[in-house]
């Protein structure tokens, strides 16, 4: 069966930093394209950040680049988000999700096989 868990999330101020983690099991994701979306209250799934498996390329939305990094670890089958500078803009449920044998880096929800159940980010001004 395979699981993705995220963890890391919680409340920090404006200009502070979290990182989350997304630990995978069930099979091996050391050949599956990795990512980040998020959700705020009212709004659809965005697409955050991405990555491949074979040869770690990464894909930032422009909304968090230069802010939040994306980087996978293939032996622990986890994949990170380093979110820095973060703005209340930053709230949201942030999900993890895996796409099976891919090397692109699709930033459309329904593109992903399986998803994590999300943690939740709160940014306070």
């Known amino acids: 069966q395979v699981q993705l868990v995220e963890s890391g999330g919680g409340l920090v101020q404006a200009g502070g930093s979290l990182r989350l983690s997304c630990a995978a099991s069930?099979?091996?994701?050391?050949?599956?394209?990795m990512a980040w979306f998020r959700q705020a209250p009212g709004k659809e799934r965005e697409f955050v950040a991405g990555?491949?498996?074979?040869?770690?390329?990464?894909r930032v939305a422009d909304s968090v680049k230069g802010r939040f990094t994306i980087s996978r670890d293939n032996a622990k089958n986890t994949v990170y988000l380093q979110m820095n500078s973060l703005k209340p803009e930053d709230t949201a449920v942030y999900y993890c999700?895996?796409?099976?044998?891919?090397?692109?880096?699709?930033?459309?929800?329904?593109?992903?096989?399986?998803w994590g159940q999300g943690t939740q980010v709160t940014v306070s001004s």
């Open positions: 069930g099979r091996t994701f050391s050949n599956s394209a």
């Open positions: 990555i491949t498996g074979i040869n770690s390329s990464t």
């Open positions: 999700a895996d796409r099976v044998s891919s090397i692109v880096i699709w930033t459309t929800p329904t593109r992903y096989d399986y």
